[in-house]
């Protein structure tokens, strides 16, 4: 199954795909909003304004297992999003992002790039993973990999077309 493949929810509660998103660069991020790295979230949306017109999204996905840092419903996770944080970057609904019940995105996700210490599972909210045009998860940045720090990475990917 391909990462395009995998059905996911908006925020405001639509099915669909990633289908949207093939061909572009794609940084997906577990979000929480109560969580010491929500500073994150400008610098996610900068990224995201930065280069959309080059064919890069950044896609939000909130979780609330660890520590409950996003303890809201679907609509108060967007709202806070907007109002504390400027997000305009497309926001899914919460997910199971570790245990039994993780959702198939983060299965693909963790499987095709671990962490530290070749681990899957993922330890903390802002858990960034870095896909090319083509649906390949290249690279997980931890919770401390700050956006400024992963552009380069971002721009490197969007210099290479598609090969698929």
Not at 66 to 75: L, R, V
């Amino acid at each position: 199954m391909s990462l395009y493949d995998i059905e996911v929810n908006t925020i405001k509660g639509e099915t669909g795909t990633l289908a949207p998103y093939k061909g572009q660069v794609l940084l997906i991020v577990n979000t929480a909003t109560k969580c010491g790295f929500a500073g994150q979230f400008e610098g996610l949306q900068k990224l995201h304004d930065k280069y959309r017109e080059q064919g890069f999204s950044v896609l939000g996905f909130p979780n609330g297992q660890f520590a409950n840092q996003e303890p809201g419903s679907n609509s108060e996770v967007a709202e806070a999003c907007k109002i504390n944080f400027g997000v305009t970057f497309p926001l899914f609904e919460k997910v199971d992002v570790i245990g039994s019940q993780i959702h198939p995105l983060f299965k693909h996700l963790t499987n095709e790039a671990r962490g530290v210490l070749g681990s899957k599972a993922i330890k903390w909210n802002f858990t960034k993973f870095l896909v090319d045009r083509d649906g390949r998860v290249l690279k997980r940045f931890g919770s401390a990999d700050t956006p400024e720090r992963i552009e380069s990475h971002i721009q490197k990917l969007l210099d290479q077309p598609a090969k698929a």
